[in-house]
């Protein structure tokens, strides 16, 4: 049985001091139902893809969807957690549901509200996503452990750090043209590979432009199997989906490596019978850009230690042959952690409808989504396709 996507919604990301968790659940919501032409009360299930962890105060928060639509009253609603994969969690766990004949239409919900506390306490909250005993109990955060990744990486491959900076600068010019994205402007490559007073030194060698940003945001899905998704106006199938999850401590792992995300890629490539050079694009986690190069190597785009070829030949650029975050990614587009799984296969279906507008990849047939939690710890990789 396939999965096809048949409504979606996204909301802007950013700083919205106006709007809370609540008022970002229920926009997306609403337009998601909208979109796919139907009423509220034909969705039989919901699940909602939050982090939270401190952000904000509401940990119960999954019928909060309810508050968009009274028709909604009485449908199950779960919340899923997997730190920055919460929102990809969120989509399998619809499609788990109505593969087993328990749900017929689905509805996702992808919401993070991070700016409600400071941004010292949002790097705390982040950081207790790691093996904490170990990592966040002894001060380590995340720019630190991707910091700590890329100099691993540096030492074996040699200093790219000119290689981050043309990634950063490659995803921030490609947010110009996303109508959602926090950040839409093009800061060029010499002010990403340059330490500055605007673009300070996070965690060495990662730079502030290195670095995602701390968003606000949300993104919704109707999901259906394909046999019901005939009488929608839309559908885009998920032509593989794979989830792969590694030990949580870093010490057990070779985290630069990448080999969850290797693991994911490789396994969804083969169940949709294609290869990594069939794909029209790919939306990837680029959380820090060391996890965008690393993710090249892990989709099979190039060798270990080779990805920064496909920065250097334009493969990945906007205009090249695979196209790699044309929405800007995380970088621009902004990164609300429950949020940004749905995000990707929104965008995704977007891409393959045509409907992109200023970031749409022409002809785009084939996509990869990959979304990650922790430090290669939680990988889902899906192959979209339009259904028709």
């Not at 919604?9 to 998601?32: C, K, N, Q, V, W």
Request: proline letters at 4%.
């Amino acid at each position: 049985m396939s999965i096809c996507l048949v409504g979606w919604s996204h909301t802007p990301f950013g700083r919205h001091d106006a709007l809370d968790l609540e008022a970002l659940i229920t926009a997306a919501a609403g337009y998601a139902i909208r979109h796919a032409r139907i009423a509220a009360d034909e969705i039989d299930g919901v699940w909602l893809g939050n982090l939270n962890g401190g952000f904000v105060p509401e940990v119960f928060c999954a019928s909060l969807v309810h508050q968009a639509d009274p028709g909604l009253r009485w449908k199950p609603a779960t919340r899923v957690e997997n730190a920055c994969a919460s929102g990809s969690a969120a989509v399998y766990a619809a499609c788990d549901a109505i593969e087993a004949g328990r749900c017929r239409i689905a509805l996702v919900v992808g919401a993070e509200k991070m700016t409600a506390v400071s941004g010292p306490e949002a790097t705390r909250v982040l950081a207790n996503c790691s093996y904490v005993k170990e990592e966040a109990a002894r001060g380590l955060t995340f720019p630190g452990i991707f910091a700590g990744l890329a100099q691993t990486y540096f030492a074996r491959y040699g200093d790219q750090s000119e290689i981050l900076a043309r990634i950063a600068a490659k995803n921030y010019a490609n947010g110009v043209g996303n109508p959602w994205a926090q950040v839409r402007k093009d800061l060029g490559f010499e002010f990403c590979n340059t330490v500055s007073e605007r673009n300070p030194m996070v965690a060495p060698p990662l730079r502030k432009t290195d670095c995602s940003l701390v968003s606000d945001g949300a993104a919704a899905l109707v999901l259906t199997d394909e046999a019901l998704a005939r009488d929608f106006p839309r559908a885009v199938r998920l032509r593989s989906r794979v989830q792969v999850n590694d030990f949580l401590p870093m010490a057990r792992r070779d985290v630069a490596a990448f080999e969850g995300p290797r693991r994911a890629w490789a396994e969804a490539l083969d169940r949709a019978g294609c290869g990594v050079r069939d794909l029209s694009l790919a939306e990837v986690h680029d959380c820090f850009t060391i996890a965008e190069l690393l993710s090249y190597e892990a989709m099979g785009l190039a060798a270990l230690g080779e990805g920064a070829r496909l920065v250097e030949d334009g493969t990945v650029a906007a205009a090249g042959s695979l196209p790699v975050n044309p929405s800007g990614g995380l970088k621009a587009k902004g990164h609300p952690i429950g949020a940004t799984g749905v995000s990707m296969h929104v965008l995704a279906a977007l891409q393959l409808c045509g409907e992109a507008g200023a970031i749409q990849v022409p002809g785009a047939e084939l996509v990869g989504v990959f979304n990650m939690g922790g430090a290669g710890v939680a990988s889902y990789v899906s192959i979209l396709e339009r259904a028709r």
